[in-house]
C-alpha cells in the first residue's frame, strides 16, 4: 500500500499525456467534417461585338504671313484678326456642309481657338547664318459624333469638299457599353457553369450550392481607332470604311459545395 500510494502521483501526469495523444488523430477528422468538398472552377469568355457609333475628329488652320524674327512684332494684330476671320469662316462653312449631308447640328462640336506660334527656316545668307521666321497658327479642331453608321461615307465626303487640314481618324464605340458588358460577363458565367457540370457529370458527385464567386478579369470595352487623312480620303473617294468587331473578355471563379 505505501508503494501504491507513492506511485499514484507519478500515474496521473502520465494518463493526462496518454489522452492527448489518443486525442490527436481526431482532430483531423473533426476538421474533414467541417469542411466541405468543394468545385473550384475558372473560365473565361470573349465576345465579339459590332459598333454602332462612331466619333470623327477634324481640324481647320489658317498661318499669318511668315516674317524674319526682329522685323517686326510677332503677334501682329491686324495679320491674327484677318487670319482668324478666314478661320472662322471656314469652320462656319463646314457646320454647314455637314449638316446639309444629314448630320444634326447638336453632333457637331467645334473646339476652341487654339493659337501657336511656329518658327522656320528663312534662306540662307551669304555672310551670315540661315534666318528665322516666325509666323502664329490658328486652329480649330471639330468632333462629330455619328449614330448612324451609314453617313460616315457622306460625312467624310463633306470633310474633304469642306478641305479641312487634318482627319485625325474615326473611333467606334458602342450606344450602350454597360449592355455589351454585362452579355459577356454572363457568358463568362455560362462557361464556369458548363465546366463544373462536365467535372462533376465526369467525376460522378452532384453539385450542391455556390459557396463562391469572384470576378478575375473584369470586361472593359476599348473604342476602336481608324487613324486616316484628308490625302487618303480624297485619293479614295469610293473606299469602305467597316467597323470591324471588338473583342470584350471577361473572366470569373466559381466555387461549388459537393452535394453529399
Not at 118 to 141: F, N, S
Amino acid at each position: 500500500m505505501p508503494i501504491a500510494r507513492a506511485l499514484r502521483p507519478l500515474c496521473l501526469p502520465a494518463l493526462a499525456a496518454l489522452m492527448a495523444i489518443a486525442s490527436l488523430p481526431m482532430l483531423p477528422r473533426a476538421l474533414a467534417a467541417d469542411t466541405p468538398g468543394r468545385v473550384d472552377v475558372q473560365a473565361e469568355a470573349e465576345l465579339q461585338v459590332v459598333p454602332d457609333r462612331a466619333t470623327l475628329s477634324a481640324r481647320l488652320w489658317e498661318h499669318t504671313p511668315a516674317i524674319a524674327r526682329g522685323d517686326s512684332p510677332e503677334s501682329d494684330p491686324d495679320a491674327l484678326r484677318e487670319a482668324r476671320d478666314r478661320l472662322e469662316a471656314r469652320a462656319a462653312s463646314l457646320i454647314r456642309t455637314l449638316e446639309a449631308a444629314g448630320l444634326e447640328r447638336e453632333a457637331i462640336r467645334a473646339g476652341s481657338l487654339n493659337v501657336h506660334p511656329e518658327h522656320l527656316p528663312g534662306e540662307q545668307r551669304d555672310t551670315a547664318e540661315r534666318e528665322t521666321l516666325v509666323r502664329t497658327r490658328l486652329e480649330r479642331p471639330v468632333r462629330l459624333q455619328l449614330d448612324d453608321l451609314e453617313q460616315l461615307p457622306a460625312v467624310l465626303d463633306a470633310l474633304t469638299e469642306a478641305e479641312v487640314d487634318a482627319l485625325d481618324g474615326v473611333s467606334y464605340d458602342l450606344s450602350d457599353r454597360a449592355a455589351a458588358t454585362d452579355q459577356a460577363l454572363v457568358k463568362a458565367l455560362e462557361k464556369a457553369r458548363h465546366k463544373a457540370t462536365l467535372m462533376a457529370e465526369t467525376l460522378g458527385i452532384d453539385l450542391g450550392k455556390v459557396i463562391n464567386v469572384s470576378e478575375t478579369r473584369s470586361p472593359v470595352f476599348q473604342p476602336r481607332m481608324m487613324a486616316m487623312s484628308a490625302e487618303a480620303q480624297e485619293s479614295r473617294p469610293q473606299a469602305e470604311y467597316r467597323p470591324g468587331t471588338v473583342t470584350i473578355e471577361a473572366g470569373v471563379s466559381v466555387s461549388w459545395k459537393i452535394a453529399p
